[in-house]
């Protein structure tokens, strides 16, 4: 994750008392699970629905398989 990695390096860089850690993790991690929820809903949701829309012909898929349309070696 992103965010744990931006955590880590920013505490070394700059609290040093105990309550300093604490508080900068709990703040980084109430802003960090709304940006990512952001990021999912406005860039890979939309991202996830055009590509599984595409197919591997290009076109749209259809959700499920139709029984009568389905071609079956012999």
């Known amino acids: 994750m992103v965010h744990e990695l931006v955590l880590r390096?920013?505490?070394e860089l700059g609290p040093v008392s105990l309550a300093e850690p604490v508080m900068f993790a709990v703040?980084?991690?109430a802003v960090s699970i709304p940006l990512a929820g952001a990021a999912y809903s406005f860039f890979e949701r939309?991202?996830?629905a055009r590509l599984r829309n595409r197919g591997s012909?290009?076109?749209?898929v259809a959700d499920t398989?139709?029984?009568e349309k389905v071609l079956v070696a012999k």
């Open 9 to 11: 390096t920013a505490l």
């Open 27 to 29: 703040v980084g991690i």
């Open 46 to 48: 939309p991202l996830e």
């Open 57 to 60: 012909g290009g076109g749209p």
């Open 65 to 67: 398989l139709e029984p």
